[in-house]
């Protein structure tokens, strides 16, 4: 693979990089870089759906304020769900992206944060969590599934994505079923990653994305 992960004409600009990432260090770096494109390169010219799709499922399950966005990068899902539910808060490990994420206008508040340690957040202190992109392999693995448990507060509403291909081999599925004493609701949905528009070679990509309520 090529040291620049935009040279590939086919791929989305940075998603090789993006899929190689090892350590919260490679993210903060690939982010720091890409923040100021990301919306155009990859939201719009791939056709990336995901968050869309996740906050529809969240919304359909009418949860309630506050919420917190885990790695909302740009602010795509808060935009999403702006005026519909609220407020939102969002933290993500880049503050590149998160600049960009402030622009919008439609969190009450931003703040870095590192799902794999731990957030500066107190135990209980959301009513529901959502999530797109964030949790897949080289992001953020299933033992941060803790730490998304502790800032939601008894009987909150969470909606995250994994990435389909990797819900069994990096280990979400195991997690999710060491969970189950802690959570009342538990449903996947199957999703599209991109839409018609995309038609590189992640265009059939599938992601799942989990709703759980925490007992």
Not at 19 to 47: C, G, V
Not at 118 to 129: E, I, K, N, P
Request: proline share 7%.
């Amino acid at each position: 693979m090529s040291d620049d992960p935009r040279n590939d004409p086919h791929d989305a600009p940075g998603l090789n990089a993006a899929y190689a990432l090892r350590t919260p260090e490679d993210s903060r770096r690939l982010y720091r870089d890409w923040a100021d494109s990301y919306d155009s390169d990859f939201i719009d010219e791939m056709d990336y759906r995901l968050p869309r799709h996740v906050a529809q499922v969240f919304l359909a399950a009418r949860p309630e304020g506050p919420v917190l966005d885990l790695g909302a990068g740009t602010g795509v899902m808060g935009f999403l769900l702006d005026r519909q539910v609220g407020p939102v808060d969002g933290t993500d490990i880049s503050p590149e992206m998160l600049e960009v994420a402030a622009r919008k206008g439609v969190y009450r508040q931003l703040f870095e944060g590192d799902l794999s340690a731990r957030l500066d957040v107190a135990d209980g202190a959301y009513r529901s969590v959502v999530s797109a992109g964030t949790f897949t392999t080289g992001h953020v693995g299933p033992d941060a599934l803790n730490e998304v448990l502790r800032v939601l507060a008894p009987g909150g509403c969470g909606a995250i994505s994994v990435n389909a291909r990797h819900w069994q081999s990096a280990g979400f599925a195991d997690a999710f079923a060491a969970l189950r004493p802690r959570l009342g609701r538990f449903e996947r949905t199957e999703v599209s990653i991109y839409g018609p528009r995309n038609t590189g070679p992640h265009a059939a990509d599938r992601g799942l994305v989990v709703l759980f309520e925490k007992a």
